[in-house]
């Protein structure tokens, strides 16, 4: 089955540090890619959708300032957080989808702590 | 907005005993996922639904699609322990994307 890798799986750093997590799909070129972020005893947010070679389009409320986002090849979709603050601490979990009506592939997820 | 409500939000039964999660919108899905998430592991899809009125079955979980393509519902028969996890709905928007239930955690006590 299709496979999405998502790395690291927990990080802990300190505030102010910018973290990037990788989420390559394995098996499959991934024409979209999505980032969620999912709370303790939450279900998952959607942050952003990132389409291969262009810009990703960020929920509202996500700041694309804050969550970079870079998809730049068919397999693999970065998400970097910005001068990381604790309220940034949370899990955060990626998504691949080959094209349109195909269903999506979840990762492991990422754990951030930001001390 | 399509929005997926589920019930319960948690759930703690003893092993053996049966359950039944739901999930509900005011909105007509083309189709819904259903998804079981474990601790610091992303969620794994355990039954995509199409057809209004059907019903999948995955050994002891049954899950029917409401005729209306409005609701959906998960049956656990004879509960394990190994079924504790944070159970999600899961639908398509307009534009594709994945819209969330906000879950039944469910814990199943030996």
């Known amino acids: 089955g299709a496979v999405v890798s998502q790395h690291p799986s927990w990080v802990i750093c300190k505030s102010g540090t910018s973290v990037k997590i990788e989420c390559r799909s394995l098996?499959?070129?991934?024409?979209?890619m999505f980032w969620y972020r999912q709370f303790p005893k939450q279900s998952l947010m959607l942050m952003a959708t990132?389409?291969?070679?262009?810009?990703?389009?960020?929920e509202q409320g996500v700041e694309k300032d804050k969550f970079l986002i870079n998809h730049a090849s068919l397999t693999l979709s970065t998400l970097t957080v910005t001068s990381a603050h604790p309220e940034d601490s949370s899990f955060y979990i990626c998504?691949?989808?080959?094209?349109?009506?195909?269903?999506?592939?979840f990762g492991d997820g990422t754990r951030l702590s930001i001390l | 907005t399509q929005l997926l409500e589920q019930s319960p939000q948690f759930l703690s039964i003893q092993e053996g005993e049966n359950l039944t999660v739901y999930c509900n919108s005011s909105s007509v899905f083309s189709s819904l996922q259903w998804y079981r998430q474990e601790p610091g592991e992303g969620p794994v899809l355990l039954v995509t639904v199409v057809t209004g009125g059907e019903v999948k079955k995955l050994k002891r979980l049954t899950f029917q699609f409401g005729d209306a393509r409005k609701d959906s519902s998960l049956h656990i028969t004879a509960a394990q322990p190994g079924d504790t996890g944070l159970y999600l709905c899961a639908g398509p928007n307009a534009g594709n994307m994945l819209t969330f239930g906000g879950g039944t955690r469910l814990m199943v006590k030996p």
């Open positions: 990132s389409n291969e070679g262009s810009k990703a389009t960020y």
């Open positions: 998504s691949a989808r080959a094209p349109w009506g195909q269903p999506q592939h």
């Open positions: 098996d499959f070129q991934a024409t979209t």
